[in-house]
């Protein structure tokens, strides 16, 4: 179980009008040299049992992990702001992490529950065009039935749109990501199989860990290794047997859920320091 851990607070400066709030759990020992941003779902803010539970897990296997609220859970609104506006948090976000004394120098994965895992990876997917750091289009990013040429031609008619929504805001180089933590990607709404959120992750270069329970209705693990083998992504599939949305399971599976919720982290860990490894040489 992960020791009672206390982040440092932190305040991120995200434009001229907003800054949002973040948690800094430093890594207990062992320090991995990596910093692990990860992002809160859509109807809960970093304060949420889950997002603590990780964040103090991983930090106490030797990782420096960087927890934030997304504007629209800062100011206290139900709905998540549009994909552009969170994107452009998330790369603020990664920017802070960055500059940061405490982690000066640490490689940056990024990722995080559900819908903070998506946006993380949208991130990565961004293109250099113009001279600048463009996110894919909202159409681009919602579905994989789109061929890769009507996606960029989506992306293109989008870019002048994207960045008049960005004003402001420090564009991130994201070619130096590390690599990408999905807890519970959510590959599709629920019940709705054929509404695919998967037509950026081709784009994505970092090596990437889904950690998706057997059960998730946003995405089942098979469907997420469906996924993985279709667009040839490199990526690793860690599967939470008989696991839902929140890796939570049955008492008949025989294990606790914090014994769950530690084989997760344990994996999450070895994949970090082996790929981080990699990276180094």
């Avoid at 702001?81 to 640490?106: F, M, Q, S, T, W």
């Avoid at 289009?137 to 960005?166: F, L």
């Avoid at 929140?246 to 970090?272: N, T």
Wanted: aromatic share 6%; charged share 25%.
């Amino acid at each position: 179980m992960a020791m009672a851990i206390d982040p440092e607070k932190l305040t991120i400066t995200i434009n001229e009008r907003d800054n949002i709030s973040a948690l800094l759990y430093v890594a207990q020992k062992d320090r991995a040299g990596t910093t692990l941003i990860l992002g809160h779902g859509a109807g809960a803010n970093q304060l949420h049992p889950f997002m603590r539970l990780f964040a103090a897990g991983l930090a106490e296997r030797g990782f420096d992990v960087l927890t934030f609220n997304f504007q629209y859970m800062e100011q206290g609104r139900r709905a998540p702001d549009p994909k552009a506006k969170l994107e452009a948090c998330y790369r603020a976000v990664i920017e802070a992490a960055r500059k940061n004394k405490k982690l000066k120098g640490n490689h940056v994965v990024i990722g995080g529950k559900s819908m903070g895992g998506r946006i993380a990876s949208q991130v990565a997917a961004t293109l250099l065009e113009c001279g600048g750091l463009t996110p894919l289009s909202d159409a681009a990013a919602h579905s994989s039935q789109e061929s890769k040429t009507h996606w960029k031609t989506k992306k293109h008619s989008n870019i002048e749109a994207t960045r008049a929504n960005e004003s402001n805001v420090v564009q991130t180089p994201t070619s130096d990501i590390a690599g990408l933590v999905f807890l519970g990607y959510p590959l599709h709404p629920p019940g709705k199989p054929d509404q695919l959120r998967d037509a950026h992750l081709p784009q994505i270069a970092a090596p990437m860990l889904f950690v998706q329970g057997s059960r998730d209705a946003f995405g089942m693990a098979e469907e997420i290794r469906a996924t993985i083998k279709k667009h040839r992504l490199p990526a690793t599939l860690h599967i939470v047997e008989g696991g839902d949305h929140s890796f939570k399971v049955s008492k008949s599976s025989g294990l606790s859920q914090q014994q769950v919720y530690d084989s997760a982290m344990d994996e999450i860990a070895r994949w970090l320091k082996t790929e981080v490894r990699n990276q180094e040489h």
